[in-house]
């Protein structure tokens, strides 16, 4: 890392697999449909380590633009890492209130109002992710980033819970405890 101003850096390991949401898009693109159900818990339970690992650290760290974008694979689905911490906060109090930031198809609620917030809201974005792994679309796709602010933030809307045909229930339930 370099922290020396104006030359701020950080080098990361090459990660070959590239982006999750790369990934997904891809599949869907070439209509191979989702991950096999076991690549995906795998890719999930990457996520969740490494957001258990932040959440456990004193102070927390909340990510505040966990999404699939910033998910990286490596050459196996047990190589999982999360990255971009532009908009990650300490957490020093109960709760953290702070200006705007992410990208609204995977914010949680409370951020897109700008509200104080908690980790919550990253366990909240990974409820958008595990929802993305296993309809394999981008979630909110045919709204716009404002429109989603006004549904999810002020409206409290939800995407639609997987069809049982898409998705096992232990999955679904995961999902909706997210949310």
């Not at 997904?24 to 795998?42: A, E, M, T, Y």
């Not at 505040?64 to 196996?76: H, Q, V």
């Not at 990650?88 to 198809?105: D, F, H, I, M, W």
Request: proline fraction near 9%; charged fraction near 25%; hydrophobic fraction near 40%.
């Amino acid at each position: 890392a370099s922290i020396t101003a104006p030359k701020l850096a950080i080098i990361l390991e090459f990660m070959p697999g590239g982006s999750l949401y790369r990934a997904i898009h891809r599949r869907r693109r070439n209509n191979l449909g989702p991950f096999p159900l076991l690549k995906s818990l795998w890719i999930a339970f990457g996520i969740e380590k490494w957001m258990t690992y932040l959440h456990s650290q004193y102070p927390v760290i909340i990510h505040r633009d966990l999404k699939s974008p910033n998910i990286l694979l490596g050459t196996n689905v047990r190589e999982v890492k999360i990255t971009d911490f532009g908009l990650s906060r300490l957490r020093v109090q109960t709760y953290v209130n702070t200006g705007p930031g992410g990208t609204p198809e995977w914010m949680a609620p409370e951020l897109l109002r700008q509200d104080p917030f908690e980790e919550q809201s990253d366990v909240y974005s990974f409820g958008v992710i595990l929802w993305e792994l296993m309809m394999c679309e981008k979630p909110w796709k045919d709204d716009h980033p404002m429109q989603i602010v006004f549904k999810v933030g002020s409206r409290g809307e939800k995407l639609e819970t997987p069809p049982p045909n898409v998705c096992i229930p232990e999955v679904r339930d995961m999902i909706v405890k997210c949310f």
